[in-house]
């Protein structure tokens, strides 16, 4: 929620940066927002989960960005009408990726290094426009299927044939498709042996190719390398040593013995999800010393040593979400001295133990979403001064864990979501009230909450989400003077006295409140802002109170009926000084002017 608070914003342009990591929060609350732009920064891969939030968004703009694929289902935005890709480093680009968006017409995806491109996948939405131009698109058999697709659904294509050589420079709309024929392969041979000796075409360079293992791709001009999905039993090795992405992912590893990376100091990113791996020796980083980011997602992992970590001084970030954690790795991260952010969802913990960040006092952020946790130990976030975030959400706990919070003096959101609390106390957050920001307490089945249970926040809380829970009565809100996002739809509040406070606030802020009544059953699904019950309550407005009639002024022909003296009285008061020699009729008519003006 970095932006939250921007409730009118249509555009937000972040351009020309360093951006290469977005959290899954990052553009929460913009709910207006209909354009974004990212390009020219360093996103590495599409960042799914977070654009899936941005509900109204038509455009996004994701050129230049150092992206090599986009997987099956990877852009899943409602409202998208627009995506621009172009000049990224993309290499693979999956016929399902844009499945999930189903008003997408214009997809731009030139000046990659696409060669080949499937039809989109049946269900996807109706493209009018893909730009293909500057990829060197290969124009053989397999591009047919491509090309009949886009004339069957009259779809645009941009862009011309890289190769082979008779077809190299032909726009895609033109060539037929009876064309695209797949050659023998003493054929092949021979026409690769006369692209040898034609003069180069004006087509987009491919990228230089630098030192690299067997059965992986690198690439000198972006430091780039892969062996994703190569069926790897082993870290391959011979990694030219200026490579700064190593994307390892989908192999089969199992484990990382000391010292698997040789010549990589330069590496900042390094991919190990879904390589199986069970279990990491000591020293297993050993000479990373620039390594920021590392992915150990949906493997096999269920403990960790600290001297695992050993060499790694800049590691910032790191992800050990879909593993098989039963407990918090506690003291494995002594050795990350720059350690910021630790994402452990989807894991198997069940229980957080005091003193779990002994050794991590710089984390800033800890996702410990989708657990087994049923408690928090008193302290167990001692000591933690840094910590700015938390989610606990969709875990098993019964009530707000306040011990837990006590030297949490940094912490500004807070996500308790999805858990089974029926009821939260007085002072819940008292620990960490004057630091909170954002308190997420949606979807929790939450009945009754105490009359104090916001006691120790106050101006400084931003959003607070009460979405989806059982509430039929809620506290004065007035305290809050600084919320900029609230949410109470989808509780079934009893719209009686006992609700007046939270009437007269809403009428007094400038927010959008969602709030609706559920009983009685007369005014059930009305907004309780609408609802006139409250005028009854003691303490309520009454209707001649709530709206006074206005004073009318006196009528003019009010004037034509009275006395002469009582006219001439108050043309005396009016000027101050009497008129004598005043013919009655022009006292008379004079005083009617002036009550007309009046």
């Known amino acids: 929620m970095a932006f939250q608070g921007l409730q009118n914003i249509k555009w937000l342009r972040l351009s020309h940066n360093f951006i ?5 929060e990052a553009f929460a609350g913009l709910f207006t927002l209909t354009r974004l ?21 038509t455009r996004l703009e994701l050129s230049f960005n150092p992206m090599t694929y986009l997987g099956e289902e990877s852009v899943s935005m409602l409202k998208l009408t627009h995506l621009l890709l172009d000049h990224n480093s993309l290499q693979d680009f999956s016929n399902a990726a844009i499945l999930l968006s189903p008003r997408l017409t214009h997809l731009d995806l030139s000046h990659n290094q696409l060669r080949i491109l499937q039809p989109m996948a049946p269900g996807s939405p109706k493209l009018t426009r893909l730009n293909l131009a500057g990829n060197p698109i290969y124009c053989s058999c397999y591009l047919r299927p491509l090309r009949e697709w886009a004339t069957r659904e009259r779809v645009r294509l941009g862009g011309t044939c890289g190769g082979p050589a008779h077809l190299s420079g032909e726009n895609l709309e033109v060539v037929q498709p009876v064309n695209l024929r797949c050659l023998s392969q003493e054929a092949m041979l021979k026409a690769e042996l006369e ?23 690198c690439e000198t001009e972006n430091r780039h390398s892969s062996c ?30 000391a010292n698997s990376f040789p010549g990589t100091a330069e590496v900042v990113s390094l991919h190990l999800q879904r390589c199986k791996i069970h279990d990491i020796e000591d020293g297993a980083f050993s000479g990373m010393k620039s390594l920021v980011y590392l992915y150990l997602s949906e493997n096999d992992l269920t403990s960790l040593t600290p001297e695992a970590f050993k060499g790694l001084p800049h590691l910032t970030y790191l992800h050990l979400e879909k593993n098989r954690f039963t407990q918090f790795p506690k003291g494995a ?36 979403t989708s657990n087994a946790i049923t408690a928090a130990a008193p302290q ?7 910590l700015e975030t938390l989610h606990l959400g969709s875990n098993k706990l019964q009530e707000v864990p306040t011990e837990a919070f006590s030297k949490a003096r940094s912490l500004a959101e807070l996500k308790l979501s999805h858990n089974p609390i029926r009821w939260i ?16 307490l949606d979807h929790m089945g939450l009945e009754k909450v105490s009359t104090d249970f916001l006691a120790g926040l106050g101006s400084g809380l931003r959003s607070l989400l009460l979405e989806g829970n059982q509430l039929e009565e809620l506290p004065d809100l007035s305290p809050l003077t600084g919320l900029e996002v609230i949410n109470l739809a989808e509780n079934p509040l009893l719209c009686d006295c006992p609700l007046l406070p939270l009437r007269k606030w809403i009428e007094q802020v400038n927010l959008k409140v969602r709030a609706t009544c559920g009983h009685p059953p007369e005014l059930r699904g009305q907004r309780v802002k609408d609802v006139h019950v409250f005028k009854s309550c003691p303490g309520g407005m009454s209707p001649s109170a709530q709206h006074p009639k206005p004073t009318r002024a006196p009528k003019p022909e009010s004037a034509r009926v009275s006395p002469p003296k009582i006219i ?13 020699g005043a013919k009655p009729h022009t006292v008379q008519k004079t005083a009617m002017k002036k009550r007309k003006s009046a």
Do not use: W
């Not at 290469?20 to 899954?24: F, G, K, M, S």
């Not at 799914?48 to 939030?53: D, G, N, S």
């Not at 082993?234 to 994307?247: E, H, V």
């Open 20 to 24: 290469n990591y977005l959290a899954t």
């Open 37 to 57: 732009s990212l390009d020219n920064n360093e996103l590495q891969f599409f960042p799914t989960e977070t654009m899936t939030r941005l509900s109204e968004v």
């Open 195 to 217: 692209e040898q000796v034609l003069p180069a075409l004006p087509t987009t360079p491919s990228p230089k190719k630098g030192k690299c293992p067997a059965n992986c791709a």
């Open 228 to 257: 994703e999905n190569k069926g790897h039993t082993k870290i391959p090795r011979g990694f030219s040593p200026d490579t700064r992405l190593l994307d390892l992912r989908g192999n089969h590893f199992h484990y990382i013995p």
């Open 333 to 368: 991260f002594k050795l990350l001295p720059g350690l910021l952010a630790l994402h452990m969802e989807n894991n198997a913990i069940a229980k957080l133990e005091t003193g779990l960040l002994t050794s991590a006092e710089k984390l800033r952020g800890l996702y410990l």
């Open 380 to 386: 167990a976030f001692n000591p933690a001064p840094d």
């Open 425 to 440: 106390g007085a002072g819940a957050f008292q620990p960490v009230g004057t630091t909170l920001r954002h308190l997420y």
């Open 568 to 580: 001439k009285r108050v043309d005396r008061k009016a000027t101050g000084k009497s008129r004598k």
